[in-house]
């Protein structure tokens, strides 16, 4: 089993591909906060992306950077541009048309990807809030296989054929697990968190045996035996890459498969309860109050009022 992708899955993180950008002479755009995540590739010449909060940061040919909350944000010909705030509509009609969403005067420059992600509030896991704001990859930091992504991405956008759409979606797929490959190989020693799971082998073995029988009475002992070490071992080390304990990765992961289920079929209580590891709805309504704030039917009404209104 995969426990990235089935985390991804799990957190319904999915991408959208944005216009592509062809920057000429003094130019700028801004952007509010707006999707979960943003990516951007720049694919000829340079720009300055500016962070609420931040210096302006030198992005150049071949680089990637991630904002990983979505924050606002506005790119730039140098610092100190006149910045304007991005026209959504003509940038949408681009991307339809496999046109080019054209700032400043004159032949183009600079010319960026864009690719926006979102996730589904149903998962528990942060995918986004436990990476940095800025993750920014340099072009010689980047293999070939994110290159080619970045390539593939490009060409799909300067095109409008049959199932472009699709075709982009499932590229800027590929381009985070691409990116989040990349940041993770980069960052040996970030702080504890869900991605510490990845990082660790002994971790990743258990966390795997969980994901695989999420409804087994696991206790840290039986855990700890069917990946050959100690219980005070694996604690440890859970603390140590993940900064939780394996009772708490078990709950938090039960939770947002069952939080899913609630929302997404009819499945009762006592079905979902008994799947996800408890032998009583009144011991999974406790759980499941404790980690979502809500009892399970109360989460299934209103996660569906949610779902139906047009904000979303």
Avoid at 41 to 50: E, M, N
Avoid at 56 to 71: E, Q, S
Avoid at 122 to 142: D, E, I, K
Avoid at 215 to 224: C, I, S, Y
Wanted: proline content about 5%.
């Amino acid at each position: 089993m995969d426990v990235l992708s089935e985390v991804l899955d799990v957190s319904g993180v999915r991408g959208s591909a944005g216009a592509r950008i062809a920057a000429a002479g003094n130019w700028g755009v801004e952007w509010v906060r707006d999707r979960d995540a943003v990516v951007y590739a720049v694919t000829a010449g340079i720009a300055y992306l500016t962070v609420e909060g931040d210096a302006p940061r030198l992005l150049m040919t071949g680089d990637v950077v991630v904002l990983a909350t979505g924050a606002a944000h506005s790119l730039s010909s140098e610092p100190g541009a006149d910045i304007h705030s991005c026209d959504v509509a003509a940038a949408d009609e681009a991307r339809r048309h496999g046109d080019l969403l054209r700032l400043g005067d004159g032949d183009a420059q600079t010319q960026i990807l864009g690719a926006s992600y979102s996730h589904d509030p149903a998962g528990s896991t942060p995918v986004f809030a436990l990476l940095p704001p800025v993750v920014h990859f340099r072009a010689q930091q980047l293999d070939a296989d994110l290159e080619a992504i970045v390539r593939l991405l490009g060409r799909e956008l300067a095109r409008s054929g049959l199932a472009t759409d699709l075709v982009l979606d499932r590229l800027v797929d590929v381009l985070l697990v691409e990116v989040l490959r990349a940041w993770l190989a980069s960052s040996p020693n970030a702080d504890p968190s869900w991605w510490g799971v990845l990082r660790d082998p002994l971790l990743l073995q258990a966390v795997t045996r969980i994901h695989e029988a999420p409804g087994r009475p696991w206790t840290a002992e039986a855990l700890a035996r069917e990946v050959t070490t100690s219980k005070q071992t694996l604690t440890r080390r859970f603390a140590t890459f993940a900064g939780t304990t394996p009772g708490e990765y078990l709950t938090r992961w039960r939770m947002s498969l069952a939080a899913r289920r609630l929302r997404d079929t009819d499945d009762t209580l006592e079905a979902i309860a008994a799947d996800v590891g408890y032998t009583s709805v009144y011991a999974f309504n406790r759980a499941f109050r404790r980690e979502r704030s809500l009892p399970p039917g109360r989460y299934r009404t209103t996660s569906r009022t949610e779902d139906r209104s047009p904000a979303r």
